[in-house]
């Protein structure tokens, strides 16, 4: 069983910037896709970037391009989600998510929920408001 713990949500004011971070425990990430979705209140979840750990292409939801980037440090694997000039509708809770990896599995897909994630965080709530 893969674990997933995020952190590093809290409230911060428009403009400025938050680091999510996914820990992950149990199995290792280099046989996952891994991915960071959002859910706002009275929303459906959506995919906001995702990282294929294979050949490390990511992917951005158009939201997220030129504000958000995704890394990951394979010495912790750990997954993070660097956020910059948040705006008040980036406002939500965040979860880690990760698909086992196989031929069809890309970044994309994994953002798009073309099928469902294996395994979910428990989320880490992210506020902008002034």
């Known amino acids: 069983q893969l674990q997933l713990v995020e952190s590093g949500g809290g409230l911060v004011q428009p403009g400025e910037s938050l680091t999510l971070s996914c820990v992950a425990s149990g199995l290792s990430l280099d046989y996952y896709a891994v991915g960071w979705f959002r859910q706002a209140p009275g929303k459906e979840r959506e995919g906001v970037s995702c990282?294929?750990?294979?050949?490390?292409?990511?992917y951005y939801a158009d939201a997220a391009k030129g504000r958000f980037a995704i890394s990951r440090d394979r010495t912790t694997d750990t997954v993070f989600l660097r956020m910059d000039g948040l705006k008040p509708e980036d406002t939500g809770v965040y979860y880690c998510?990760?698909?086992?990896?196989?031929?069809?599995?890309?970044?994309?897909?994994?953002?798009?929920?073309?099928?469902?994630?294996?395994?979910w965080g428990q989320g880490t709530q992210v506020t902008v408001s002034s």
């Open positions: 990282l294929n750990t294979k050949n490390a292409v990511t």
């Open positions: 998510a990760a698909e086992f990896r196989t031929a069809r599995t890309s970044a994309q897909s994994l953002c798009d929920l073309t099928w469902p994630p294996d395994y």
